[in-house]
Structure formats: structure tokens, C-alpha cells
């Protein structure tokens, strides 16, 4: 044997072998170990007692299997320990979604303590019982890599579904599905339908990883926002929960434009917000110099001009109607200033009033719609929003 053969640790060598005799003695103990071991943890561990006797009988059977596939290996030393997945998989269904991993790891670590105890003693003598006790070492080196990688395979299906589910919340958004489907997988997903929502469209990131949504999913996570993922067509959607960091989010997804829809009481609402964003989204193109997050609202000009129908009456009723109805001088003198250029002298030339009153009805038009049309965006909106009235209402007011 080599030097560095005989410097290898005790536990990574083969355990010698035992007796027969020992043998038959581990075999009639098992189940007595196994015992000791499941009332050692209802004594340690306060939360075990709390367990139903079903999943307690589930904890029992998982230690025997661990038990008598211990006794196999020490029969047969040159063989992997046989307590892996099967073992684990050997309880209800239900114990492995009651009991966490970090639970999981205090029951194995007090079932090997215990075996610790009551199996090197079991030996003929000091050689066997040296070897037992290695033997339980390793054994229970192999129990823990078992009982992670069970927990790591849960995790994996889990965010699996999880995603899917993830993916059929998102869409049922954006299509508009029936109500009771949406809430009731969104619910699986531990969201609060309730709760206010965000829709924003934009490109995925140029480096994608296998994923397309995990470099998104990372950002939001560390932003501590809430968020839902899934992907329209080449598009990244996301529904971001109350109180997200919008710009930090926007950050998340690919170069171009990030379009953000309407804030709404919750997520029954949230087809509107994602329909807005979308359309938004097609229609960005045409304002090279967009923010970024955009609002759809502040692209309706782009949106009309693109084709939308709900811009068109978005514009008509967030816009013109409110004009109308705060007299129809407004809207005359929105649009002599922009025939004018902005000029507030000639504006009041051509209306036949005093400059001063041009000033007070801009101001109007700012407090009734929310637009000025001194600014380039406003004047764009306000003439394309009193243009389209006119094309769809005979009622409209005459120019001067």
C-alpha cells in the first residue's frame, strides 16, 4: 500500500467487514434503533409533536428504510449507501410539503446521532466497533447528500411549474381571460390580487441567459419588488406590484424603449394596463427621444398614428371633450396659438382679446387637460386630439 493510500482519511476508505453474527444483531436492532431515534426527535424538536401521526409515521418509515438499507451496506461495504431518493420518497406526499429542508436536516442529524449510540456498541469487539462507528460516519454523510438532493429536485419542478404558472398569469393578462382562472392561478402564486399593478413592455437583454426572464427576475428581486413575468411575441411583460421602483425596473430589460401602462386596483384590472403598454410599445419607434420608463399615455399622438383605436378615444375624451366642456373658447385659442406658432401677441390679435386673457385660458387648458400648448409634446397632443373631435363630432367649435 502506498504512503499516500495509508494517510487517507478512515471515513473515505471501505468499513471492514463484520461478523455474521454482527450482521444478524444490527438486523433484529433496526427497527429498535429506528424507534430510538423517531422519539428522540419527538423530545428535541418541539415543532415534531406538532406533526399528524401520519406524517410522524412517514418520519418512522423514512428512519427504518434508513436503518435496514444501513445494515445492507455494512454487509456488503464496496457499495454506495442505498438510503437516497427512494427512501425519502417512501413517506406521504404530504410530509415532504410539511416539513422544510432545514427541518429535514434536525431530523437527520439526531436519527445519526442516535445511531451513533446505539450501533458501534452492537460490535464483537474493539475492531468491529470501530468500524461501526466509521461505517455511520460516512453512512450519514451519504444520508444528508440523499436528503439535499430531494429538496434540490422539489425545487427545481417547483420553479418549473411555478414559471409555467408564471408564464399562463401573464398572458390570461395581456388576452384579457375570463376572471376566475386568472385569480385563481395567481393566487397559486402567492400574489395579491388586490393589490395595485403595472404593466411594462420592453425588449429582453441583449446577453441572454438560458432563461430570457432571469436576468429581469434578478433585478427585480434585488430591487425587492414584486413581479410577474412572461413574454408576448419578442417582448418582455411585467406586471409589477404596488409600490415598485419603476425606473430600477425598467433598468432590468434589454436597449430600446420601455413602455409602462397605467397603474390599476388590481390584477382583474390589469388587461387594460398591459393593452395600453403594448400599444404603446409598437408606436414608441416613432419618438426616437422618449424617456425611459415612457408612459403609454404620453405616446397617444404615436398611438393614433400607428392605428389605435382606444388612443384615438382616449384622446377624444381625456382631451377634447373636456375642452368643449369648459367652454369653446378654449379650444379656439389652442388652436389659434399653434397657427400662430406660440406667439401669445398674435394669438390675442387674431381672438380679439388682450394678451393677458390668452394667458389665463392656456392656463385653463393646463389645469382641464393636463397639456400646454407651449410645449412641443402638448401641442402635438392637443392638435391632434381637437383635429380627430372634429373628424368624429359635427358639434365641434367653429374657428374664429
Do not use: K
Not at 43 to 70: C, D, I, K, M, Y
Amino acid at each position: 500500500m502506498s504512503s499516500a493510500a495509508a494517510a487517507a482519511p478512515a471515513e473515505r476508505r471501505s468499513p471492514r467487514p463484520v461478523r455474521a453474527s454482527t450482521l444478524r444483531r444490527l438486523e433484529r436492532a433496526s427497527g429498535d434503533v429506528a424507534a430510538a431515534g423517531v422519539a428522540a426527535m419527538a423530545q428535541r424538536l418541539p415543532w415534531f409533536t406538532r406533526l399528524t401521526a401520519e406524517q410522524r409515521s412517514g418520519v418512522l418509515l423514512v428512519t427504518q428504510t434508513g436503518a435496514a438499507n444501513f445494515v445492507s451496506w455494512v454487509r456488503d461495504p464496496d457499495a454506495t449507501p442505498r438510503l437516497t431518493a427512494e427512501a425519502f420518497r417512501s413517506a406521504p406526499q404530504d410530509l415532504a410539503r410539511r416539513v422544510t429542508l432545514r427541518q429535514t436536516v434536525e431530523l437527520v442529524r439526531i436519527a445519526i446521532a442516535v445511531f451513533e449510540e446505539s450501533i458501534p456498541p452492537l460490535g464483537a469487539d474493539e475492531a468491529e466497533r470501530d468500524a461501526l462507528e466509521h461505517a455511520v460516519l460516512r453512512f450519514g454523510r451519504e444520508v444528508a447528500f440523499s436528503a439535499a438532493t430531494v429538496y434540490a429536485s422539489a425545487a427545481e419542478a417547483r420553479g418549473a411549474w411555478d414559471a409555467r404558472l408564471e408564464a399562463l398569469v401573464v398572458d390570461a393578462v395581456v388576452r384579457g381571460e375570463a376572471e376566475e382562472t386568472l385569480l385563481s392561478r395567481a393566487s397559486a402564486l402567492g400574489w395579491d390580487t388586490t393589490a395595485e399593478a403595472t404593466v411594462l413592455v420592453g425588449d429582453p437583454p441583449a446577453e441572454e441567459p438560458p432563461d430570457p426572464l432571469h436576468a429581469v427576475r434578478r433585478v427585480a428581486h434585488r430591487a425587492g419588488a414584486t413581479v410577474l413575468l412572461g413574454t408576448h411575441g419578442a417582448r418582455v411583460v411585467m406586471i409589477a406590484g404596488p409600490g415598485a421602483p419603476l425606473d430600477d425596473l425598467s433598468a432590468s430589460f434589454g436597449p430600446g424603449a420601455v413602455v409602462t401602462g397605467p397603474t390599476v386596483s388590481g390584477l382583474t384590472d390589469a388587461h387594460r394596463s398591459a393593452t395600453r403598454a403594448l400599444a404603446g410599445h409598437r408606436a414608441v419607434r416613432a419618438w426616437p427621444g422618449a424617456p425611459r420608463p415612457v408612459t403609454a399615455d404620453a405616446l397617444l399622438p404615436e398611438r393614433v398614428l400607428a392605428g389605435d383605436a382606444e388612443a384615438v378615444e382616449q384622446l377624444r375624451r381625456e382631451v377634447a371633450a373636456p375642452l368643449r366642456e369648459a367652454g369653446a373658447e378654449l379650444a379656439v385659442t389652442v388652436e389659434c396659438y399653434l397657427d400662430v406658432a406660440g406667439v401669445l401677441e398674435a394669438a390675442a390679435r387674431r381672438l380679439f382679446v388682450h394678451p393677458n386673457t390668452v394667458r389665463y385660458r392656456l392656463r385653463r387648458v393646463v389645469e382641464v387637460t393636463g397639456l400646454h400648448p407651449g410645449d412641443a409634446r402638448g401641442a402635438l397632443a392637443l392638435r391632434l386630439a381637437l383635429s380627430l373631435d372634429r373628424l368624429h363630432d359635427d358639434a365641434a367649435p367653429a374657428r374664429p
